[in-house]
T-cell receptor, first 114, second 110 residues
Framework: SAVISQKPSRDICQRGTSLTIQCQVDSQVTMMFWYRQQPGQSLTLIATANQGSEATYESGFVIDKFPISRPNLTFSTLTVSNMSPEDSSIYLC???????????FGDGTRLSIL | GQNIDQPTEMTATEGAIVQINCTYQTSGFNGLFWYQQHAGEAPTFLSYNVLDGLEEKGRFSSFLSRSKGYSYLLLKELQMKDSASYLCAVFNNAGNMLTFGGGTRLMVKP
């Protein structure tokens, strides 16, 4: 399976600032996704990162708050903008090489906002 | 929409067998995944069922009944390291997305 490198692994940020999380895959993958996992909760899909076009956001998530880039088939970024304590969560990059393959996860970014 | 249900918590004894159930309601079903997630770590892939029946992989097995919207994960010869959350996730081909249940926290006791 693809090796997924996500960074930073963790960060502590000030309210009102923004942080960009990077996801690098060691092979070209068709599908890349960003998830959020709040403390004690399961995973919630934020958006599907589409190569060369705007990301597809799920209900409750908007581009202004979570801008996403995907310039090629191996790399994507998620920015958490104008952060508040409610954004404290683990953010996970996930990839699927094609629709018949399992979906795999990066190690996640643990984000705390003061 | 999609609805995925699994028990919140389960407790079992080391060496025993435990079955974690998952029921789902979805349109465009195209497969069900089970993931294991240890505290503070990312989910790791355990199994993928797209057809009815039992898939066995070592100590872990997963079963799917599409007509009943039901799956289970069976863990045999439980070890302390199996204490983790187990996430059931449904793949909806129409939306090309994976939706997760709330997860079952399994505690294995000596």
């Amino acid at each position: 399976s693809a090796v997924i490198s996500q960074k930073p692994s963790r960060d502590i940020c000030q309210r009102g600032t923004s942080l960009t999380i990077q996801c690098q895959v060691d092979s070209q993958v068709t599908m890349m996704f960003w998830y959020r996992q709040q403390p004690g909760q399961s995973l919630t899909l934020i958006a599907t990162a589409n190569q060369g076009s705007e990301a597809t956001y799920e209900s409750g998530f908007v581009i202004d708050k979570f801008p996403i880039s995907r310039p090629n088939l191996t790399f994507s970024t998620l920015t958490v903008s104008n952060m508040s304590p409610e954004d404290s969560s683990i953010y996970l990059c996930s990839v699927r090489e094609d629709s018949n393959q399992p979906q795999h996860f990066g190690d996640g970014t643990r984000l705390s906002i003061l | 929409g999609q609805n995925i249900d699994q028990p919140t918590e389960m407790t079992a004894t080391e060496g025993a067998i435990v079955q974690i159930n998952c029921t789902y309601q979805t349109s465009g079903f195209n497969g069900l995944f089970w993931y294991q997630q240890h505290a503070g770590e990312a989910p790791t892939f355990l199994s993928y069922n797209v057809l009815d029946g039992l898939e066995e992989k070592g100590r872990f097995s997963s079963f799917l009944s599409r007509s009943k919207g039901y799956s289970y994960l069976l863990l045999k010869e439980l070890q302390m390291k199996d204490s983790a959350s187990y996430l059931c996730a449904v793949f909806n081909n129409a939306g090309n997305m994976l939706t997760f249940g709330g997860g079952t926290r399994l505690m294995v006791k000596p």
